[in-house]
């Protein structure tokens, strides 16, 4: 029986090298490749990305985990009986997850699903796609930085003595971004896709908030593009003996929804539609 359930929409910024063309037709390119090919291993996962369509000017996509067993139990809670069971030779069980990506924006809203496919592992299995399918996409790096609430930034401003700073940030796009500091110049003359720097204060000091690593941070995580795929400050509040431990992954921006579900529990494809639909519509137009 169908019912209905709460999600969280997450925001990314999206950023792409190497790509011979702009984002519409980087996504829109998997239309051309082989259904068959748009099962992908990210990882240890198989990942199945569908074809996109149109949705308020971006792209919806449904994002599967295909998992490999096929042999289980299942259990009768009335009568108290378990019955083994068995998938088809080709069957698999799989759980979904669903997506838009914004392409003028350059931004993705992806659905939190527990057990289901990550924003990240959406990117991977569609770079990956491209690469070994599409002529043009061969060298394609393609990455999502989550964006971020000003809660990160505020929070790190109320602490009297920050001890350490952690922070990795995927490099961005040149051709709109007009950041060129140290950390990004040094990854682009690296040719890195991401860079990670850590910076810890001397015992019983503070590390500068104005300058350096602490300064980058705020900057980042404030900016209207994400480069921040994850940054970690400790530190202490004014009159704490204690360590205070601030994650940029509970600030991450997102907007609540709801899915009706099938009796699988995956949200309805056009329930998902319809959430994710109606947060495009009240997101600003550019211009």
């Known amino acids: 029986m169908a019912r209905k359930v709460a999600r969280r929409v997450y925001e ?3 950023h792409s090298h190497k790509a011979p063309a702009g984002y519409r037709d980087l996504f829109e390119a998997l239309k051309a490749v082989d ?3 748009l099962l992908v291993e990210v990882g ?3 990942i199945f990305v569908s074809y996109p369509k149109n949705l308020e000017g971006g792209l919806f996509f449904r994002v599967l985990w295909v998992k490999d067993d096929r042999d289980f139990l299942r259990f009768n809670e009335a009568n108290l009986e378990e019955h083994e069971d068995r998938l088809g030779r080709n069957d698999r069980f799989a759980v979904a997850s669903h997506g838009a990506v914004l392409p003028e924006a350059r931004k993705l809203l992806f659905e939190y699903v527990r057990g289901g496919p990550k924003a990240d592992e959406f990117i991977a299995a569609v770079q990956a796609v491209l690469r070994d399918n599409v002529e043009g996409y061969k060298q394609l790096n393609l990455t999502a930085a989550p964006e971020y609430a ?5 929070e790190v401003s109320e602490l009297e003595r920050i001890k350490s700073v952690r922070l990795d940030l995927v490099r961005p796009n040149i051709d709109w971004s007009d950041e060129a500091d140290r950390l990004h110049e040094f990854a682009a003359d690296s040719n890195a896709k991401r860079i990670s720097v850590e910076a810890v204060a001397p015992r019983s000091e503070s590390l500068r908030r104005d300058d350096g690593i602490v300064a980058v941070v705020t900057s980042q995580v404030d900016g209207e ?3 921040v ?4 400050v400790e530190g202490q509040r004014p ?3 204690g360590t205070t431990t601030i994650r940029s ?3 991450v921006k997102f907007e609540r929804g709801s899915v009706d579900t099938d009796t699988s529990g995956s949200a309805n494809i056009l329930s998902a539609l319809a959430m994710l639909g109606a947060m495009i519509r009240r997101r600003p137009r550019r211009g």
């Open 12 to 14: 990314y910024a999206l």
């Open 35 to 37: 259904e068959t090919k």
């Open 44 to 46: 240890a996962k198989r």
């Open 150 to 154: 000003g809660s990160f930034a505020a």
């Open 225 to 227: 593009m994400s480069h």
């Open 229 to 232: 795929e994850r940054a970690v």
């Open 239 to 241: 009159g704490e003996a």
């Open 249 to 251: 992954d509970d600030h």
